[in-house]
């Protein structure tokens, strides 16, 4: 048994536990849809195989989960996972969308030993610039570019809060687009703060500057009507929290198509962020904290109801009480690093250095931290 103590001070606003401005809750992670030919029975079949693959997907955080020997089995099965689903049509298409048993998909993961994702995930701020020839765009919520709608589509697949700039007087006022283009921290991270993201990220997509001589070369030469030109991508991962931090770059992606290899980088960028707080099922760890600040019954409700929602935590139990300080026992679906990371998204427990617990006799260190 592994177990941990931390001393906690917990922020209410109006007595009423608050969701971190840094933190999405992410609707239908349980639902997805896809498009389809018509209503008949092949074709419905066919929908609801890959809705099922969506949602394993969104839930399990990435792609990898569908090579799992215990999912596979279970991929042909989805009229045991389906609650009900329903036809839309949009403009010429028509779409198929399914809803799934939240219930049975989570212990498809506990039974296979997969991470689950939970619902509470980070906002992320995305600053795009594509550069065509000697123009450098910045791709904001309301450009009429067709990234956009890739962006739009690739949030909602993988269940990943991705906010754009508005790229308006405010933002264009702390930060341009060779601000942008050269990755500098300082007002990336300044502009950034209106958005109140967890995470920012940085995409120069580039049909020139970020070529090789030779895919420039070829491109300035021209080809057929039916060539297409190369283009090239890469990404900065930038900390919302702490500006000293270094970025972190990724490898450079190249093709010909910039929906595609926007959408590549995008998967990569969101198996990033998973790893960060992804939960792990293959151990239940017990985590013991103790929460100071509680002076009545409803408040000790409240923190005991804000342990069991949090998607970290497998159960809640109290086992010691001093004055306003009450230990909880946790049993968590997974480390203490993911309970800490979907702590550090909430920010409703403001941990204190050096405060006085009466449970223990003494001061402890610990983390503090306090809501923006």
Same mark, same amino acid.
């Given at each position: 048994m592994i177990r941990y103590w931390f001393v906690f001070t917990i922020i209410f606003t109006s007595f009423a536990i608050c969701l971190s401005t840094n933190a999405v809750e992410v609707k239908d992670l349980y639902v997805a849809k896809v498009a389809v030919e018509s209503?008949? $029975?092949?074709? !419905?079949?066919? %929908?609801?195989?890959?809705?099922?693959?969506?949602?394993?997907?969104?839930?399990?955080? &990435?792609?990898?989960?569908?090579?799992?020997? %215990?999912? !596979?089995?279970?991929? =042909? !099965?989805?009229?045991? /996972?389906?609650? &009900?689903? !329903?036809?839309?049509?949009?403009?010429?298409?028509?779409?198929?969308?399914?809803?799934? +048993?939240?219930?049975?998909? =989570?212990?498809?993961?506990?039974?296979?030993?997969?991470?689950?994702?939970g619902s509470l995930r980070p906002q992320v701020v995305l600053w795009l610039v594509d550069e065509q020839g000697l123009t450098r765009q910045v791709v904001s919520e309301n450009s009429s570019s067709s990234l956009v709608e890739t962006v739009a589509e690739f949030s909602s697949l993988r269940g990943l809060p991705i906010a754009m700039p508005l790229w308006d007087i405010t933002d264009t006022n702390?930060?341009?687009?060779s601000d942008i283009w050269g990755r500098f921290s300082q007002p990336i991270y300044h502009a950034s703060k209106r958005y109140q993201a967890e995470a920012i990220i940085v995409v120069r997509l580039s049909d020139n500057s970020l070529l090789t001589e030779e895919q420039l070369i070829t491109n300035a030469d021209g080809c057929e009507l039916l060539c297409q030109s190369a283009v090239a991508l890469d990404w900065g991962y930038l900390s919302a929290d702490n500006v000293d931090l270094p970025p972190q770059f990724s490898k450079r992606y190249q093709g010909f198509n910039r929906s595609e290899l926007l959408?590549?980088?995008?998967?990569?960028?969101? +198996? +990033?962020?998973?790893?960060?707080?992804?939960?792990?099922?293959?151990?239940?760890? &017990? /985590?013991?904290?103790?929460?100071?600040?509680? +002076?009545?019954?409803?408040?000790?409700?409240?923190? $005991?109801?804000?342990?069991?929602?949090? $998607?970290?935590?497998? %159960?809640?139990?109290?086992?010691?009480?001093?004055?306003?300080?009450?230990? /909880?026992?946790?049993?968590?679906?997974? $480390?203490?690093?993911?309970?800490? %990371?979907?702590?550090?998204? =909430?920010k409703v427990l403001n941990q204190r250095i050096d405060i006085l617990n009466p449970i223990l006799d003494e001061k402890v260190p610990v983390f503090y931290w306090e809501r923006l």
């Open positions: 209503q008949g $029975s092949n074709d !419905r079949n066919r %929908a609801l195989k890959q809705t099922l693959r969506a949602v394993l997907i969104k839930v399990g955080g &990435h792609q990898s989960v569908l090579n799992h020997q %215990a999912i !596979r089995a279970q991929l =042909n !099965r989805y009229n045991n /996972f389906v609650t &009900h689903y !329903r036809y839309e049509r949009h403009a010429e298409q028509q779409y198929l969308l399914a809803s799934f +048993d939240e219930a049975k998909i =989570n212990q498809l993961f506990v039974d296979a030993n997969l991470p689950i994702w702390v930060i341009s687009a959408s590549q980088a995008l998967s990569d960028i969101t +198996d +990033d962020i998973y790893q960060r707080y992804a939960l792990s099922t293959e151990e239940n760890n &017990h /985590f013991e904290i103790d929460v100071a600040n509680i +002076d009545s019954l409803a408040r000790y409700v409240q923190v $005991s109801q804000f342990l069991q929602e949090l $998607s970290s935590v497998q %159960a809640v139990r109290l086992t010691q009480a001093e004055g306003q300080v009450r230990r /909880f026992s946790l049993t968590l679906l997974g $480390s203490k690093q993911a309970f800490l %990371a979907s702590l550090k998204l =909430n």
